[in-house]
């Protein structure tokens, strides 16, 4: 999951031509099976951002003002 959360940021990297440091959030570490991570960049406003669905194996990307871009999708196992 990790490779496609960094396609994902690469992508709107590439596109917006912001580079800077991604924040991270997520839910308590309880919820593994079911955790979705909000991934922000720092720095720039409005900010691109990711999603990242561990249940769905989905990671999707966001522009400035909530337009959504691109899915892109984990090639890892479930387990």
Known sequence: M???ITKARNYLENIYG???EWVKSSLP?????YRVELHVL???????YILADYSCMKVKAFGPFMRYKRTFYAAEVKL
């Open 42 to 48: 720092s720095g720039t406003f409005p900010s691109p």
């Open 2 to 4: 990790d490779l496609t």
């Open 29 to 33: 570490e309880d919820a593994e099976l």
């Open 18 to 20: 912001f580079h800077g």
